[in-house]
């Protein structure tokens, strides 16, 4: 029973802080406010963490059976992966909890294949090889610890409103086509619900307001982007079929 007690109890201490910990479940108060409040985040914080590893998954798929990427902006595409990857190495750098950038690292992963297969399908398969091979030597020595954190805090400012801008570029895109082209509505729905959560989350978990800010503004414009889906909609063609009497003889 021992054994059992303390498994439950790291499991629950994944969720809570010891302090909150303490207040639940030995001082007995289950309404202690900002014990509510953090438990609250950490717990979003890991689902946000286990909804992340399918939430660009429709849109990999989409782009993969239909062997194209039209109407996917690079520049769009390019921008989220250069502000999700300083985001997920500001936070590692940060000593941030897991539960409040684990979700950007899973969506980086996701993102990198969908720069890689958008390089592809429009420019070339050697450039998108060529640009994966530099990627992951770079991103390999961001985490590695010789680069100053002034240096990644910098790169976490700056992509703020680049992040920002190409989700205007990508709105842009689907301004001018008159639609949504290859975006797939299940990602862009869950990318505007985990930016909004973690709005909440950053504020409890980090109180940084670089990410703060990045994840307010990623939530406008992922609603702008969602918005589009229903408003270049395009209604369903209803066939109308002339019944023919028949004349009786």
Same mark, same amino acid.
Do not use: H
């Given at each position: 029973?021992?054994?059992?007690?303390?498994?439950? /109890?790291?499991?629950?201490?994944?969720?809570?802080?010891?302090?909150?910990?303490?207040?639940?479940?030995?001082?007995?108060? !289950?309404f202690d406010v900002e014990c509510l409040k953090t438990s609250a985040s950490k717990g979003l914080g890991f689902g946000i963490v286990g909804g992340s590893l399918l939430v660009k998954l429709p849109q990999v798929l989409k782009v993969w059976n239909s062997k194209s990427a039209k109407g996917i902006s690079l520049v769009n595409v390019s921008m989220d992966l250069f502000a999700v990857t300083t985001n997920v190495v500001y936070s590692y750098a940060s000593n941030f909890p897991f539960s409040a950038w684990g979700d950007s690292f !899973? *969506?980086?992963?996701?993102?990198? *294949?969908?720069?890689?297969?958008?390089?592809?399908?429009? *420019? #070339?398969?050697?450039? #998108?090889?060529?640009?994966?091979?530099?990627?992951?030597?770079?991103?390999?020595?961001?985490?590695s610890g010789y680069v100053p954190k002034d240096y990644l805090w910098t790169a976490q400012l700056i992509s703020i409103p680049l992040m920002f801008y190409g989700k205007l570029t990508q709105g842009y895109v689907n301004y001018k086509n008159k639609g949504t082209g290859q975006l797939s509505i299940a990602t862009c729905i869950l990318l505007f619900l985990g930016s909004?959560?973690?709005?909440?989350? #950053?504020? /409890?978990?980090?109180?940084?307001?670089?990410?703060?800010?990045?994840?307010?503004?990623?939530t406008i414009a992922n609603f702008i982007i969602v918005v589009q889906f229903y408003y270049y909609k395009k209604p369903q063609k209803v066939v109308k079929k002339n019944k023919q009497s028949k004349k009786n003889r």
């Open positions: 029973m021992e054994a059992v007690s303390d498994f439950i /109890q790291r499991i629950l201490l994944l969720v809570v802080t010891p302090k909150c910990y303490k207040v639940f479940f030995y001082d007995l108060n !289950f !899973f *969506i980086l992963i996701q993102t990198l *294949i969908i720069v890689i297969l958008v390089l592809k399908y429009n *420019i #070339s398969k050697k450039v #998108s090889t060529l640009f994966t091979v530099l990627y992951c030597t770079l991103f390999l020595a961001l985490i909004s959560v973690r709005v909440f989350t #950053s504020i /409890q978990e980090t109180g940084d307001l670089l990410l703060i800010w990045a994840f307010l503004l990623a």
